[in-house]
């Protein structure tokens, strides 16, 4: 059934009565702080949205391509930034709520002790706020840390982003990263709730919406395979990416967008339980478990050794062999052939086809369902009604796009 067109009066009208019924709520529960504890930064931006519908028909999506970086480790996506429309690459990131970029002028570092400076983190593309004729004065510093190690650090600003068809969002915030340790900026797409820049503010799913290019906050990725392109759809589902009927699960954490996985099957007659919320990460490039009783259990199905922390496997692993992931109602299965990574040669720098490491690892932070999970599953990221839905990906050229359900 197709959504209504409203007319400018009535948003107009909707607007001032979210904003009358914001007022109220302050003014009644003022005093009362376990009132507003309930109310985290998406409850309180995503209400006031739900009152201002958009003037779209509920039709519109935005699609943004998706290309895996050389090393086949990160998803990208390219913006264009400012009036002079420098074009960045963006890392998407399903784990981040921030829109980070490099400075043409930033400090590149190996490691977070700042040793040794290098060039790397310009090959994506960068961002020069001195040409930019729309930007905004600087606003307040930021300081981000990142799984892994990495951390970015910068200043935030206001800027227009242009999109495919004529789009853009205009005075969109986001942080000029001014030195770091990463190789690329970041897209970041989670709730607002993991922000690093330290206040509310609407990131790039919520601005999308904000300035009328769709009228949900909510999207689906496909990541193809490794030798393909993939995309996001905001406010879209393509229904010829997946197999049989999507799978929503609620969220299972209050800050991440998380479900939870009950059990795994080793596609050798071996399985366990795991009934432990996962953490869906596209900003990660492998699967980690943070319990050591569950990472031993999936190690037991690899002959390899171990040196130096690092599990080094056999290269050839089985195309028809599966991981299944089994969650409530649905189940994605990852072969063997995507938990498998190739190794660098410590003498040279480069990636060395004839050493192979377990593409699962064990780190004491978080449960992580990173890229190489979520290349073999259709994903529908649901920021308003907190949910996710799960789909075996289905490997085609073929579409059929609909509006986000």
């Known amino acids: 059934m197709k959504k209504k067109k409203l007319s400018s009066g009535q948003v107009g009208v909707r607007v001032i009565l979210s904003i009358i019924f914001v007022i109220f709520l302050q003014v009644a529960f003022i005093d009362n702080p376990d009132f507003w504890e309930l109310f985290d930064q998406d409850s309180l931006v995503l209400y006031i949205l739900s009152g201002i519908t958009s003037l779209n028909t509920g039709s519109n999506y935005l699609e943004l391509k998706l290309k895996l970086s050389q ?20 890392l998407v990131d399903t784990g981040s709520a921030d829109t980070l970029v490099i400075s043409h002028d930033a ?56 999109l495919s068809d004529n789009k853009s969002i205009d005075a969109f915030e986001f942080g000029i990263v001014n030195t770091t340790t990463a190789t690329n900026g970041i897209l970041g797409i989670s709730r607002t709730i993991q922000s690093h820049v330290g206040h509310a503010h609407s990131n790039f ?33 393509d229904r010829a990416k997946y197999y049989g009927d999507i799978t929503f699960l609620p969220f299972a954490s209050d800050r991440f967008m998380s479900v939870k996985l009950s059990s795994l099957d080793f596609g050798n007659g071996n399985s366990m339980q795991v009934n432990q919320p996962f953490m869906v990460d596209s900003g990660t ?3 980690n478990i943070d319990n050591l009783n569950i990472f031993n259990k999936i190690l037991a199905n690899f002959e390899g050794i171990k040196r130096k922390g690092v599990y080094y496997i056999d290269c050839n692993q089985p195309a028809d062999k599966f991981f299944t992931f089994n969650f409530r109602g649905v189940s994605i299965k990852v072969p063997y052939t995507d938990l498998v990574t190739h190794g660098v040669d410590t003498s040279t720098g480069k990636v060395d086809p004839d050493k192979c490491l377990l593409a699962i690892t064990s780190n004491p932070t ?15 990221f649901d920021l308003e009604r907190r949910r996710l839905g799960l789909a075996q990906a289905r490997f085609t050229a073929e579409s059929d796009i609909v509006s986000f359900p």
């Open 71 to 90: 090393d086949k480790s990160l998803y990208m996506t390219a913006l264009h930034l400012g009036s002079n429309k420098d074009e960045v690459n963006l």
């Open 285 to 287: 490039t492998f699967i």
């Open 107 to 162: 400090k590149c570092y190996i490691d977070r002790n700042l040793y040794s400076a290098f060039d790397t983190c310009f090959e994506m593309g960068t961002y020069d706020v001195t040409r930019s004729t729309t930007a905004s004065e600087p606003m307040q510093p930021f300081h981000a840390r990142f799984f892994g190690g990495h951390f970015s650090s910068g200043t935030v600003i206001k800027d227009e982003v242009h």
């Open 205 to 237: 799913p919520i601005a999308l919406k904000k300035s009328g290019i769709i009228d949900k906050i909510a999207y689906s990725i496909f990541l193809n395979s490794s030798d393909s392109e993939g995309n996001i759809l905001f406010n879209g589902i």
């Open 366 to 380: 978080t449960l992580i369902l990173g890229a190489n999970f979520m290349r073999h599953a259709y994903l529908a």
